[in-house]
Antibody, heavy 121, light 108 residues
Framework: QVTLTESGPALVKPTQTLTLTCTFS??????????VSWIRQPPGKALEWLAR???????YYNTSLKTRLTISKDTSKNEVVLVMTNMDPVDTATYFC?????????????WGQGTLVTVSS | DIQLTQSPSSLSASVGDRVTITCRAS??????LNWYQQKPGKAPKLLVH???TLQSGVPSRFSGSGFGTDFTLTISNLQPEDFATYYC??????????FGQGTKLEIK
């Protein structure tokens, strides 16, 4: 059974750095073709892909946010961490992590429940 | 960036109806098109991948079709649990996979 759980602060101040952790089970990031992505959704708005780390440690970022994002994985702990710097109120959103099939089905096949992050002073 | 435009943005229908949601890509994406269902306060759920393959456990009343730039998600015999927001997503342009803006399906 595949599960993913996001954790991190619910509230951050403008200009601060956000660190989110995705803890997963039921699969391994040692498996070829698998990855974990971060996706966000501002209240009432659409989904936006942010970043992805692949099983071979290749990392990819949304071009428009690339300078502010860092993604990393700890395979032994089954964790993926996303760091986003210089937070702004427009970054208020629910942040999801999702298992990503990059070789075969090319989709986000399992999602965490999401964590709401509010950026406010 | 490949842009995906869904229509309509919202739709009202009744239980038992057949509805179609359209997704148009700004350039050809072959068959690299997926559909997700999202209910309020919940994570999106994968319904269809690779244009027309139903994810395990998804009822057969859901179907996907299309090719190139024009795609549809059809739901036959709408059930109460189908009222949700639906998103298309392209996986042609790797790694920046993008989503449509969503179609909210409401009860009439």
């Amino acid at each position: 059974q595949v599960t993913l759980t996001e954790s991190g602060p619910a509230l951050v101040k403008p200009t601060q750095t956000l660190t989110l952790t995705c803890t997963f089970s039921g699969f391994s990031l040692r498996t070829g073709g698998l990855a974990v992505s971060w996706i966000r959704q501002p209240p009432g708005k659409a989904l936006e892909w942010l970043a992805r780390v692949d099983w071979d440690d290749d990392k990819y970022y949304n071009t428009s946010l690339k300078t502010r994002l860092t993604i990393s994985k700890d395979t032994s702990k089954n964790e993926v961490v996303l760091v986003m710097t210089n937070m702004d109120p427009v970054d208020t959103a629910t942040y999801f992590c999702a298992r990503t099939d990059t070789y075969g089905r090319y989709c986000f096949d399992f999602w965490g429940q999401g964590t709401l992050v509010t950026v406010s002073s | 960036d490949i842009q995906l435009t869904q229509s309509p943005s919202s739709l009202s229908a009744s239980v038992g109806d057949r509805v179609t949601i359209t997704c148009r890509a700004s350039q050809s994406i072959s068959v690299f098109l997926n559909w997700y269902q999202q209910k309020p306060g919940k994570a999106p759920k994968l319904l269809v991948h690779g244009l027309s393959t139903l994810q395990s456990g998804v009822p057969s009343r859901f179907s996907g079709s299309g090719f190139g730039t024009d795609f549809t998600l059809t739901i036959s015999n709408l059930q109460p649990e189908d009222f949700a927001t639906y998103y298309c997503q392209q996986s042609y342009s790797s790694p920046e996979w993008t989503f449509g803006q969503g179609t909210k399906l409401e009860i009439k």
